[in-house]
């Protein structure tokens, strides 16, 4: 075994199976290089030196809204291989992940807490994008082990040590951060699968919100499921002069409560949780009122695209 | 080519609902679209016959559409499912025994049958309504002034409104309009600008029912904008002798005659 | 003769107040009140009294009429279900905390006044609930200040202030009918003016301030006056006293709290 800085095996993370049951061949293969499979000459400290350059596993950091969920998509059109995605810590409200997913379904998106056992099995010719919330540790553990090309989208002259000496590559974000975005402390996240939007009311929530209705709102983006059936991304970033509102490429739901993703995740300072709860709720269609418009758009003709 | 009916102000009269649709059967251009513009019913026993006669269409009659008016508001009144109280102008125009008649002349369920129709239809640029939408009783004639005129046409954006609350046929043609028009707010004070008006009409349909022996309704052509006014006599000898007058003229030989 | 006319208070007390003291600082000789008094603001008892006290004339605004008639405004005017739930809860908590003397002289109140040429309303002369806007159609304005036989009318509603002014109005016509004589029709209007005093209460034009006019009845000036006033007393009332705390952050951002103006020419079915 080599002796440089030694990550620690990879056995421990192969569920199910302890250290006396490798033998010497799984030893060996524990330190392949995942993506040649061929054990390395180490000629200095890393590792997987030899195919630093074409490693599988891309993490992707970055200031809140800088960017990171844009520039993988950004890779992804210009992959030629099969992509894997995965957002660890976006817990119950994986808004990016079904970003990419309705955007790109050739994509494998992996649920969040399944990322590792996706990551160590990953297919020969798969690359993987592992998108890393700001509030995330740079040092996840899976990152510490799993040997991955680390990239920080930074606004220009960002001077920030930690991400630029995490990063093994750093990508210009458009966005200049305001200093209560660095200082942001607070992440709301509320699914929303099932409830159906007013969408003038989901306009005049959202203005109130990113106007500073509800606290000092930094970021805030969303996935909602209006009453005529389709499915909106909502994107703000504090330093943008408008959000950005795009319909998802998806079917339109018209058979009552959605069975499909919603949600909405607001982060920033002295965030009014409660109000922003109640407002939203009082967004959200009762039930007779969501099957009385399914109703009425059902009976409308269909348009007849030019 | 497509061509519309227009009747207004039936009143329960029967025969001469009658008269009309067999006048519509005598036509050279199919008729394509019937529309009733309210006052299908009035304190007379025989609305609720003439209701069941205008819900049933016979075989290779056009079915109405029809649309509520004055006298449907009266009902609506009387069995408080308006959102008036009380029947003041009913009392003011027809008495207070009149009441009781149109009480009696339309039952419940045939109230909430006409409840359920609509306030008026728009069809490619032109409103069918009753009255206008300011309401039922705005009775609209050729003494309205231009600016009211013009004011209700706006209000729905229609270039034709056909109305029938007034019972008269008439066609009221605004042709060119001018103002000059400034607005100054708290941050800006605007040049003044022309506005314009385009040429727009004003048309009452008539009414079938009113006047008991004479009908008049309407015929419309969307596709060249044309309006023309019938008039017919029913009912006796009168309606026979016109008929048979018709007939030795060979205008044309009635298809069903009823006579 | 300088008068002053104001509208749609909305409860705003701090706004009334400062206000009047304008007023009184531009030595205007008379107050007329184009109706509104209450509703989502957290004083709506002191409002009234001020006005009752000071006997300044005042038509019936369309809160004022829901209050008295136990009804809520037309659905028509609420952008969205969450601008109609903040106008329901606004007019329940309004509806708890008048007082009954309150109640009575808000239903005592005139759906119009009229001073010579003047004529004054709330929303327009045909409805409480119809909004004067400032784009609505030439024709269609025209109509609505020729209806009431005056040459300016002061009208509120919209809460946004504006003079706009219709002149040189003229329009030709024909009528046929059956067996008469084809008629020619022509019409035409001298200067005609409508006047929007906006709102002391619940400004909608961007800004917290308080806005009024004043009008010099010799001269026909019409003077927009916008009036700064301790809105953040008003915020810290709406919260105390349990009214939609979001109504206290829009009122500083001069918007709406629920209602907003549309257009006037669509059927309301109330």
Request: proline fraction near 5%; avoid cysteine.
């Given at each position: 075994m080599s002796g440089h800085g030694d990550p620690p095996p990879l056995w421990q993370y192969q569920f199910g199976r302890g250290e006396q049951e490798w033998e010497e061949q799984d030893w060996k293969k524990s330190f392949w290089c995942l993506t040649c499979k061929v054990v390395p000459n180490c000629p200095g400290n890393d590792y997987y030196s030899h195919c630093m350059a074409n490693l599988p596993i891309i993490a992707v950091a970055g200031l809140l809204g800088s960017g990171k969920t844009h520039w993988i998509s950004q890779q992804i059109v210009a992959a030629s291989q099969s992509v894997l995605y995965c957002c660890p810590g976006s817990g119950n409200v994986p808004i990016d992940a079904h970003w990419i997913a309705a955007h790109f379904p050739q994509v494998k998106v992996v649920d969040e807490g399944q990322e590792m056992q996706h990551l160590i099995d990953l297919d020969p010719g798969t690359i993987a994008y592992v998108e890393l919330g700001f509030h995330l540790d740079l040092a996840t553990e899976f990152l510490a082990v799993l040997p991955c090309h680390k990239v920080a989208v930074l606004p220009p002259g960002y001077e920030d040590n930690e991400l630029r000496n995490w990063a093994d590559e750093v990508s210009e974000s458009k966005l200049t951060p305001t200093q209560n975005s660095l200082d942001s402390q607070q992440l709301i996240r509320s699914p929303l699968e099932g409830e159906v939007i007013d969408p003038a009311s989901l306009n005049i929530f959202w203005d109130e919100l990113t106007q500073g209705a509800y606290g000092d709102v930094q970021r805030a983006k969303g996935i909602f499921d209006l009453v005529d059936g389709r499915s909106f991304h909502f994107d703000f970033v504090a330093q943008m002069t408008e959000s950005k509102f795009t319909e998802l490429p998806l079917p339109r739901w018209l058979?009552?409560?959605?069975?499909r993703f919603s949600g909405i995740e607001v982060g920033g300072n002295r965030l009014d949780s409660a109000a922003i709860a109640q407002t939203l709720q009082d967004c959200c269609l009762a039930e007779e009122m969501i099957a009385y418009y399914q109703e009425q758009i059902k009976a409308q003709p269909e348009e007849i695209p030019v | 080519m497509t061509i519309w009916a227009m009747l207004s102000g039936i009143e329960g009269n029967l025969a001469a609902y009658e008269a009309v649709l067999a006048d519509l059967k005598r036509q050279r251009t199919e008729i394509d679209e019937l529309y009733i513009l309210g006052d299908?019913?009035?304190?007379?026993?025989?609305s609720e016959d003439l209701v069941q006669r205008v819900r049933s269409p016979r075989r290779g009659e056009i079915e109405p559409q029809v649309c509520a008016g004055w006298w449907e508001e009266q009902c609506f009144i009387l069995h408080g499912?308006?959102?008036?109280?009380?029947?003041p102008e009913l009392i003011a125009k027809y008495g207070a025994d009149t009441v009781k008649l149109l009480w009696d002349a339309v039952p419940h369920e045939t109230v909430k049958w006409l409840r359920s129709l609509n306030f008026g239809f728009f069809e490619l640029d032109s409103l069918l309504i009753h009255g206008s939408t300011v309401g039922v009783d705005d009775e609209l004639t050729p003494k309205t002034s231009p600016v009211q005129m013009l004011d209700r046409l706006m209000r729905s954006d229609a270039n034709n409104l056909f109305c029938g609350r007034s019972g008269l046929t008439f066609e009221y043609e605004l042709h060119q309009g001018s103002v000059t028009v400034a607005v100054t707010t708290l941050d800006r004070q605007q040049e003044p600008i022309v506005n314009t008006v385009s040429p727009r009409r004003v048309i009452g349909v008539g009414n079938v029912g009113r006047s008991p022996g004479k009908a008049t309704y309407t015929l419309y052509d969307p596709g060249i904008n044309h309006v023309e006014f019938k008039t017919i006599r029913y009912g006796g000898t009168g309606f026979k002798v016109a008929q048979m007058a018709r007939s030795a003229q060979g205008e044309h030989k009635p298809k069903n005659s009823r006579v | 003769m300088k008068m002053a006319v104001m509208s749609c208070i909305h409860g705003n007390y701090e706004a009334l107040d400062s206000v009047l003291l304008d007023i009184n600082q531009h030595h205007a000789e008379k107050i007329i009140c184009l109706g509104d008094l209450v509703g989502y603001g957290p004083h709506p008892n002191a409002v009234v009294e001020m006005i009752r006290s000071l006997d300044i004339p005042t038509v019936q605004g369309c809160w004022d009429e829901d209050i008295v008639e136990g009804l809520n405004s037309c659905e028509c005017s609420y952008p969205s279900m969450l601008a109609e739930k903040r106008g329901k809860a606004a007019h329940e908590w309004t509806n708890q905390n008048i007082q009954p003397e309150t109640r009575s002289f808000l239903a005592e109140l005139p759906l119009s006044l009229r001073e010579d040429n003047l004529c004054f309303v709330h929303g327009s002369p045909h409805s409480q609930h119809e909004y004067l806007l400032p784009d609505v159609n030439a024709f269609l304005a025209l109509e609505r200040v020729l209806s009431t036989g005056a040459d300016v009318l002061f009208c509120g509603h919209t809460h946004v202030p504006y003079v706009r002014s219709l002149n040189a109005g003229e329009l030709r016509a024909t009528v046929k009918q059956p067996g008469v004589e084809q008629e020619s029709l022509s019409f035409a209007a001298p200067l005609k003016r409508i006047i929007n005093v906006g709102s002391v209460g619940e400004p909608r034009h961007g800004r917290p301030n308080a806005t009024y006019v004043l009008y010099d009845t010799e001269t026909e000036e019409v003077t927009l006056r916008e009036v700064q006033y301790d809105y953040q007393k008003t915020c810290a009332a709406i919260v105390e006293k349990g009214l939609p705390s979001i109504f206290a952050w829009r009122l500083a951002q001069g918007l709406e709290y629920a209602e907003k103006a549309d257009d006037p020419t669509h059927v309301c079915e109330r």
């Open positions: 058979d009552g409560r959605p069975q | 299908l019913v009035g304190a007379t026993s025989e499912v308006s959102t008036q109280s009380e029947a | -």
